[in-house]
């Protein structure tokens, strides 16, 4: 079994950024203590009923956690170490923004024993941050990077692209400036329009409007191509890194390993008592914490996830993965082997017309990827192979 990742969300955010439908919440006053001590009860309900599961991977996510006490991070740490087992080379990121009210915390994070820090950059232009609703200028971006590059042994920033009106060479030229910044990792994310943001009401009324399919797939190839040449490879869809410091974390998701969420809103899958469950936490913050002060945990569903939607969600995990899927490491995860999961005439078709391959890996075996163009289509593919 690979070691557990652990997932902590701090569901507060400076401001609700017009794009981003994660669970994000803005309040005037941080309530710091309590929701402390909320996260630290749910660790020690998951550690109770896990025992001292292998821990490879702790990651801070949100909302902004570099919003968080670095107290509260520090204590999550040494409460995470001592209830479980962890690795001795322990993973440990935490998501940031570059506003400097973060940035001038990120000593205490890295004392805290953060060792990976990933900083919101989204772009290196001051138009596109206002556009995106960023509360940070293209020069606080840099300037908290420099910061981070030199306290932190690992870092990774986020970009945004195929926004409205991005040209490719504007694009080339950022990326390559945002390259030279000497990150290890990068998270490159196409804009899309999610249900429920105030960019939804923008693309409606017209007043925003994305690239066509044909040139947001053109930004994409030369997203890798530039990362490439910088010594940065695609090893999933949407992230780039010098060989060796991918993300541990999201290669356990990935990976479809198991990962423990807590937190508001948090999902976990966490095999138990033979199961594998699905876990969700209550998403509205102030509900979370009151159940924990009542029951130690704020879950709202455990359900015991089949073999045949076990073999959905490896699919659609391990396709966005350079590395593709082992067929053994699927049957012995799902309960199901490779090929009753996948229609055979269509993915015939899709190796004929170059967007799967098969490959045998002297360590992993007999092995499924998707290549580069199929990655460009990836959700039209995996409709089209799974059964």
């Known amino acids: 079994m690979l070691p557990l990742a652990l997932y902590i969300h701090w569901p507060f955010c400076l401001a609700k950024c017009p794009y981003c439908d994660f669970n994000s919440h803005v309040r005037d006053t941080l309530p710091q203590a309590r929701f402390a001590a909320a996260l630290r009860?749910?660790?020690?309900?998951?550690?109770?009923?896990?025992?001292?599961?292998?821990?490879?991977?702790?990651?801070?996510?949100?909302?902004?956690?570099?919003l968080m006490a670095p107290a509260t991070v520090a204590a999550l740490i040494?409460?995470?170490?001592?209830?479980?087992?962890?690795?001795?080379?322990?993973?440990?990121?935490?998501?940031?923004n570059p506003t400097s009210i973060e940035a001038g915390r990120f000593a205490e994070f890295r004392a805290a024993g953060v060792g990976r820090v990933s900083i919101g950059i989204q772009s290196l232009d001051d138009d596109a941050l206002r556009l995106l609703g960023r509360q940070h200028s293209a020069a606080q971006a840099i300037a908290a990077l420099e910061l981070a590059r030199g306290l932190f042994p690992r870092l990774s920033f986020d970009l945004i692209y195929a926004r409205p009106g991005q040209t490719l060479p504007a694009w080339?030229?950022?990326?390559?400036?945002?390259?030279?910044?000497?990150?290890?990792?990068?998270?490159?994310?196409?804009?899309?329009?999610?249900?429920?943001?105030?960019?939804?009401?923008?693309?409606?009324?017209?007043?925003?409007?994305?690239?066509?399919?044909?040139?947001?797939?053109?930004?994409?190839?030369?997203?890798?191509?530039?990362?490439?040449?910088?010594?940065?490879?695609?090893?999933?869809?949407?992230?780039?890194?010098?060989?060796?410091?991918?993300?541990?974390h999201n290669l356990a998701y990935w990976r479809y390993g198991d990962y423990a969420g807590i937190g508001p809103g948090a999902h976990g899958r966490l095999?138990?008592?033979?199961?594998?469950?699905?876990?969700?936490?209550h998403r509205a913050p102030e509900l979370w914490a009151e159940r924990v002060e009542r029951c130690g945990h704020g879950s709202t569903a455990e359900t015991p996830i089949a073999p045949a939607e076990r073999a959905r969600e490896m699919l659609l995990m391990g396709l966005r993965l350079g590395e593709g899927i082992?067929?053994?490491?699927?049957?012995?995860?799902?309960?199901?082997?490779?090929?009753?999961?996948?229609?055979?005439?269509?993915?015939?078709?899709?190796?004929?017309?170059?967007?799967?391959?098969?490959?045998?890996?002297?360590?992993?075996?007999?092995?499924?990827s998707a290549t580069g163009e199929g990655r460009l289509r990836l959700e039209a593919l995996l409709a089209a192979i799974a059964v």
Do not use: K
């Open 78 to 96: 040494d409460d995470a170490r001592t209830l479980f087992d962890p690795a001795d080379d322990l993973e440990i990121t935490l998501e940031a």
């Open 326 to 368: 082992a067929a053994t490491a699927f049957e012995r995860r799902t309960g199901l082997p490779l090929d009753a999961a996948l229609d055979p005439s269509m993915v015939a078709a899709c190796i004929e017309e170059d967007y799967l391959r098969w490959s045998d890996d002297p360590a992993r075996g007999r092995v499924l």
């Open 271 to 281: 095999s138990l008592d033979g199961a594998l469950l699905a876990t969700r936490r």
């Open 172 to 248: 080339r030229a950022e990326l390559d400036r945002a390259l030279g910044l000497a990150a290890d990792h990068l998270s490159l994310y196409q804009l899309t329009i999610e249900p429920g943001t105030r960019f939804e009401a923008l693309h409606r009324q017209g007043a925003i409007v994305l690239p066509d399919p044909d040139d947001a797939a053109a930004l994409y190839v030369e997203t890798a191509t530039t990362a490439a040449r910088h010594g940065l490879l695609g090893y999933e869809v949407s992230n780039y890194a010098r060989p060796g410091s991918e993300s541990r």
């Open 41 to 66: 009860a749910e660790l020690a309900f998951e550690a109770e009923r896990l025992g001292r599961r292998r821990l490879g991977s702790i990651f801070f996510g949100g909302g902004t956690p570099s």
